[in-house]
């Protein structure tokens, strides 16, 4: 069976800093993707970013970026230049390609200080 | 993301009340699926659909039933609600005709206190 651990309950940074938060996943398939996404306090569920496993290279979209080690079985998100907007829950999540399932972390609470 | 909508977005019932949570989405997918949120325990599956006629359970399936009354609607029910049904319940929808990834698209959520 498919886990997602996401092992930091809650951080906080200031604005403007660069943050990661961080994933690791467990699975004996190698076919699979990799999701973060996003709950502010408006508690709308938001994709920030998705990577296939097949492709070494790491995701990007605007600030947000991965790093995606595979035989670390590893994703995590790094949110550059933070903004108080990025202050939410991220929920890193996990779906082989042959199945509907998303196996989703515990999530990490992310606050950006003024 | 406005293309998937739930009503209500905050309910309050009692113990042993029926109550129903609907889901409409206007993103043409053709499955659909209801999640649980509890604090600590991120998103838990309580039924899915991959069509109108095709319904399956989740992981906590019990206490609820669902509805897929047309592609784009589905609707949870809680026949007799109890208070450790207090959560926040999400609708959500994927396409798997057309997107490899089958990501999934959520509704606002539904804030539930069972008292």
């Known amino acids: 069976a498919q886990t997602v651990t996401q092992s930091q309950p809650e951080m906080s940074v200031q604005e403007a800093e660069t943050v990661t938060l961080s994933c690791t996943y467990d699975?004996?398939?190698?076919?699979?993707?990799l999701f973060w996404y996003k709950q502010p306090p408006s508690r709308q569920m938001i994709l920030v970013i998705r990577q296939e496993a097949y492709k070494q290279q790491n995701a990007t979209e605007n600030r947000f970026s991965v790093n995606f080690q595979k035989a670390a079985k590893s994703f995590s998100l790094k949110i550059s230049d933070s903004q108080l907007g990025d202050t939410a829950m991220y929920f890193c999540a996990f779906k082989l390609y042959s199945n509907y399932q998303l196996i989703w972390g515990a999530g990490t609470k992310l606050i950006i200080k003024p | 993301d406005a293309d998937v909508t739930q009503t209500p977005r905050n309910r309050i019932t009692k113990t042993g009340k029926r109550i129903m949570l609907e889901c409409s989405q206007t993103k043409g997918h053709d499955r659909m699926y209801w999640y649980r949120q509890d604090p600590g325990l991120g998103l838990r599956l309580i039924y899915y659909s991959f069509d109108v006629k095709d319904i399956n359970k989740g992981e906590i399936s019990d206490g609820y039933s669902v509805s897929r009354q047309a592609q784009a609607k589905f609707s949870l029910s809680l026949e007799s609600a109890i208070p450790n049904q207090t959560a926040l319940y999400f609708c959500?929808?994927?396409?798997?005709?057309?997107?490899?990834?089958?990501?999934?698209?959520f509704g606002p959520g539904t804030r539930l206190l069972v008292l």
């Open positions: 699975t004996s398939e190698n076919n699979y993707y």
């Open positions: 959500a929808t994927s396409d798997f005709g057309r997107d490899l990834w089958e990501t999934q698209y």
